[in-house]
């Protein structure tokens, strides 16, 4: 039986103290190099292979230096510090350019700790919407190839039929799941987290290039947690704030089917014109 | 003329390609270690005194990876990848330890960017709350001394006159500039962006220890905007969405005093109990 897309693509082998070697996919790829949701999915699962590991994803960082190349990268990972119960690391990821020489297409940072029970409490609830079974499927578009590897059924604020250069908002609410269905865990959410098309399309019905240059999510969910969602769907919610000077950011919440929010993120994006 | 207590703070002295000597500001200390706030500030502004510096800060992530202890620091700054418009940093300050080890109490990433005049649109209006000339001095607290740095006027969200426990909500707005005035720019914002009081202690009416692990600041503004805010007055509104596990995260937006948004934020905090 052969592996699950996602695990594929993120196979690592380790060639050194905190060195990972892998190879990009071309089951995820987007228009110009890999979706960025499954580059930062790779930062994840190289700190979580690591053997100093203290605790659980927090906190991840990644910024896109450069668009990857299809074949082999090297994934650098280094425990900048270790507290009680905290770890911070920063990571790189590597790829040769023609002349044989290193570049850094990617830059990361990660704080992982120990989760431990305390006082609870959710100040933004899932909003109301329909079950996944009550959204129809595919409305999302499937012209790249990365696309094909989730299965979205979109509740509101799809890519507009019309390009007429006059949205109204930016917000889309979307039912996700990976496809085929596969259990929920940090590295699958942190691609989750990057799944939204770009929110200058939606707010102004106009398609412009544009890419994501960093993305920041916070983990709210426990690996125990996460378990629980299991192959369940996840409600993803994104909106922009500001589009200026060539750069908008893209506001996410992602809640488990039972509503429990599961992350927070956050990214800067390029766009042209 | 003595400088401004925040230039002062952000005095530092190159002593190496990539490398600044700083010295911790007892004029900004906070309970255990410097106000994040300034620490942010000096990451920042070590990587605008590189000489290959290309275009403005468009994305900061400062990771707090251990306090900082009263004395000299050093900042370490490398300009990883340079685009055509684009750059990408990593940061890193450093302390001797008792043994004189260097220990990195602080990690970070930067994106600078040329800005340019694009389609720009404003997705979240400032909120409609007094002028800072309407709303009285003085009501958030000031017994930590880098709060003197600052004056601040509250809108709304103070912090909790009793410790009754049963808190509503976790949003606060403020009217901010720095004490004495300054003209606003990069570094002054991305001080300012970590002004507000921890979110739980609000929420929940119960004031726990707690602390920034990690904040990302977006700058919508050009260094021009900044200009022309000159030493007015920025309205700061923070908000947390979900405190679980001893974590919290925290969204903040500042706008100028005639609404322009200058920046969004974004940060995960450490709670106890």
């Excluded at 999302?140 to 949205?167: A, C, F, M, N, T």
Aim: one cysteine or more; hydrophobic letters at 40%.
């Amino acid at each position: 039986m052969s592996a699950h897309p996602f695990d594929a693509a993120l196979t690592l082998r380790e060639i050194g103290p905190g060195r990972y070697a892998g190879r990009t996919s071309p089951a995820y790829w987007n228009m110009v190099g890999p979706f960025g949701g499954i580059t930062a999915a790779i930062v994840l699962r190289a700190v979580l292979l690591h053997p100093q590991l203290l605790g659980e994803p927090m906190s991840l960082t990644v910024n896109y230096a450069g668009a990857m190349v299809e074949g082999p990268f090297e994934v650098q990972v280094q425990p900048v510090r270790t507290n009680r119960t905290t770890q911070h690391w920063t990571v790189g990821i590597l790829q040769n350019n023609d002349q044989g020489q290193p570049l850094i297409t990617t830059t990361a940072t990660l704080i992982t700790a120990l989760r431990r029970e305390t006082w609870r409490m959710s100040d933004i609830p899932m909003p109301e919407v329909p079950t996944p079974q009550e959204v129809p499927q595919g409305s999302y578009g499937d012209d790249l190839v990365w696309l094909k590897r989730y299965q979205l059924r979109l509740v509101s604020g799809g890519i507009p039929r019309e390009w007429h250069g006059g949205g109204d908002d930016s917000l889309t609410r979307v039912w996700m799941q990976d496809q085929p269905a596969r259990p929920l865990d940090f590295c699958a959410l942190a691609a989750l987290a990057d799944v939204f098309f770009p929110r200058i399309w939606l707010r102004r019905a106009t398609q412009v290039p544009a890419g994501t240059v960093s993305i920041t999510t916070y983990f709210h969910a426990s690996a125990q947690e996460l378990g629980e969602t299991g192959t369940g769907w996840v409600l993803g919610q994104a909106q922009a704030q500001e589009f200026r000077h060539g750069f908008f950011d893209q506001s996410a919440r992602l809640w488990s089917e039972a509503g429990r929010l599961l992350c927070t993120s956050h990214q800067l994006v390029y766009y042209k014109e």
